[in-house]
């Protein structure tokens, strides 16, 4: 009998609310733990991972980070009918997960980055994207896309001298990007080596040289 009095107490307690108290009377003094968002001002700990962000002049246009997003937020297109030919990202916040592996993964390291900025509410989700765009490097013999313009630079200059090894790339040190002009008629192979090509067609070409 006792047992159910005293159980019965506890549980009217809670039912009251009372323990509580305490907490009702700590707002009441020094006001609610939560914020008035979006009106009232708001706690930046400088800790977020918010929207990431493109920098632009670091950014090489390599595509590792539309490669490794695991929330296909990153989408990357190829674009060789304009003038020039254009590489173009496009990053939808209403997709991303804000798991920062784009810019874990950037070869340049800050080519992505994420900012503090969490505030990304918007009436059209549509809206809620960031993009950037490299000029892209075509195959001289087929037109194909042999990669981004700054990537090829940046590959070229990690190499330093062993980029000589290849000869797009060798023209890409030299200042290039430029092929070595061909005259009319030239015939595959030997003449066609110092172009800058893409894998496949140095590849054709090398085999048809040493053939
Ligand atoms: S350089 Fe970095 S940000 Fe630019 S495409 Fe490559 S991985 Fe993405
Ligand atoms: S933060 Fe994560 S989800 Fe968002 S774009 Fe980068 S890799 Fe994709």
Redesign the pocket.
């Known amino acids: 009998m006792a047992n159910s009095l005293k159980t019965f107490a506890i549980r009217a307690l809670w039912a009251l609310k009372i323990p509580y108290l305490p907490e009702v009377f700590r707002a009441v003094v020094k006001g609610p733990y939560t914020v008035d968002f979006p009106f009232g001002e708001t706690v930046d700990t400088g800790a977020y991972r918010g929207a990431a962000v493109?920098d632009e002049d670091?950014?090489?246009?390599?595509?590792?980070?539309?490669e490794v997003c695991p929330a296909d937020a990153i989408a990357m297109e190829d674009d060789i009918e304009s003038s020039p030919p254009m590489r173009r990202?496009k990053l939808r916040y209403d997709k991303c997960i804000f798991c920062g592996h784009?810019h874990y993964?950037?070869?340049?390291e800050d080519?992505?980055y994420q900012t503090t900025n969490w505030d990304l509410a918007t009436y059209d989700r549509a809206e809620s994207y960031t993009t950037?765009e490299k000029e892209l490097l075509l195959c001289d013999r087929c037109g194909g896309v042999v990669g981004a313009k700054d990537h090829i630079k940046w590959v070229a200059k990690r190499l330093g001298p062993k980029a000589y090894a290849n000869p797009g790339l060798a023209l890409t040190v030299e200042g290039g990007l430029v092929s070595a002009p061909q005259p009319a008629g030239t015939a595959e192979g030997r003449a066609n080596i110092m172009r800058v090509l893409c894998p496949h067609c140095r590849r054709v070409v090398v085999f048809e040289e040493i053939t």
Do not use: D, E, T
């Not at 993964?105 to 340049?108: A, G, H, Q, V």
């Open positions: 493109w670091v950014c090489i246009g390599c595509g590792a980070c539309a990202f784009c993964n950037c070869p340049p080519g992505i950037v």
